[in-house]
């Protein structure tokens, strides 16, 4: 009997990467390494009117998830709320229930159930302890990782355009719920080969290795290569 796994933000991420360059359901499967009907799955019932979007779809799943399984009651939410607007932690809330009242919550669900207030409006992640302060600058303009001396996409040579020849590449990303990881996606215009790979921090020399990386078996086949004004590239 085959077990079901709930598919994560990563692998929703993945999903959607996967699908932007065309690949079938069992392709994208084969990649993330679930069958090709929690694939099909989640393309149909995670979707919205503008199509399938990872954060989106992550948000459906953890309220139909959050719906379909009510084994913490209520009055356990109220506690775990309260104990969250005293700022504590979700670990600590979670030790403190199973050590004095028994109750078995973990401080992952704990998270979700955070994740969800938020995406319906509410407050509670605000009492997170990792919450940054951010201030407001005055008078000043970052630049930092701003690319220089760009090219318009107009200046591309017309081969490119016209999809005619192999080595044409097209790179773009695909960020994490923490915003510091990313995927690659590397995409040849005329074949729709593409290649994938996963870099830890968001930054343009960890974007340059990889890409270096994934291209350099096919060093060969590389004429031009696209991206986008994102940071990730300066």
């Known amino acids: 009997m085959r077990t079901y796994h709930q598919l994560t933000q990563e692998q929703r991420y993945q999903i959607y990467a996967l699908k932007k360059t065309g690949h079938a359901g069992s392709e994208i499967a084969e990649v993330i390494g679930v069958h090709k009907s929690t694939v099909s799955r989640e393309l149909r019932r995670n979707r919205g009117g503008r199509g399938y979007r990872p954060p989106q779809a992550h948000k459906l799943a953890l309220e139909r998830r959050s719906k379909a399984t009510p084994r913490i009651r209520a009055k356990t939410w109220a506690t775990v709320e309260k104990l969250l607007r005293q700022e504590w932690s979700p670990e600590q809330i979670s030790g403190r229930l199973n050590k004095e009242q028994k109750i078995s919550i973990s401080h992952e669900w704990i998270y979700q159930h955070v994740l969800v207030d938020k995406c319906v409006g509410g407050d509670l992640y605000k009492h997170l302890r990792c919450q940054k302060q951010r201030r407001k600058r005055y008078g000043t303009y970052n630049r930092r990782g701003k690319l ?86 300066a």
């Open 148 to 233: 220089l001396n760009c090219h318009s996409i107009e200046e591309r040579p017309a081969i490119v355009t016209h999809r005619k020849r192999l080595g044409d590449w097209e790179v773009d990303t695909v960020f994490g719920k923490d915003r510091k990881q990313a995927l690659i996606t590397l995409t040849e215009r005329k074949s729709r080969f593409t290649l994938l790979g996963k870099v830890s921090q968001r930054s343009a020399q960890a974007v340059q290795d990889q890409i270096y990386r994934l291209l350099f078996p096919v060093r060969d086949k590389v004429h031009t290569l696209t991206s986008d004004h994102g940071k990730e590239f």
